[in-house]
């Protein structure tokens, strides 16, 4: 048990910052720039409690796609949170842009690559703490 709540506790923390640097740094003209008819969408300051339960969330959901794919390293993280987040990234940004006037269509080429990255890095952290220390080939299910 331990090693989930390290494990999970890791993602949450890779992915918030993650989010922070690829989302509000890296490429938060981008996004600003290809913006929908939607206003009032975006908050100016977001709720923080709100961000926590959610990357909580998400770093619960890799550290459940990395226990079902034996995932014990943070190469083995890497692989399958990449391919998870490209995955959930097309799913949602398309999904969004299907139904909601909030980006224009940039957005949903460009967004489940930045997903991909974020998810593959964040699982990566996540793989290595999976696996150091132990012999196991998942450890992520082990209490």
Do not use: C
Request: a neutral charge; proline letters at 4%; glycine letters at 12%.
């Amino acid at each position: 048990m331990k090693r989930v709540v390290m494990t999970v506790a890791t993602g949450s923390i890779a992915l918030f910052v993650l989010g922070f640097v690829m989302y509000v740094v890296l490429l938060g003209g981008f996004y600003e720039a290809y913006l929908g008819s939607a206003t009032g969408v975006m908050r100016d300051v977001p709720i923080g409690w709100a961000m926590i339960i959610s990357q909580v969330g998400l770093a619960s959901m890799l550290a459940f796609v990395l226990h079902l794919s034996d995932a014990s390293s943070a190469l083995d993280g890497l692989r399958v949170g990449g391919t998870f987040g490209l995955l959930f990234g097309v799913a949602v940004a398309f999904d969004l842009y299907a139904v909601t006037n909030w980006s224009t269509l940039p957005v949903p080429f460009v967004e489940p690559l930045v997903t991909a990255t974020r998810l593959a890095l964040a699982s990566a952290a996540m793989g290595w703490v999976v696996g150091r220390g132990s012999d196991a080939p998942n450890p992520v299910g082990a209490t």
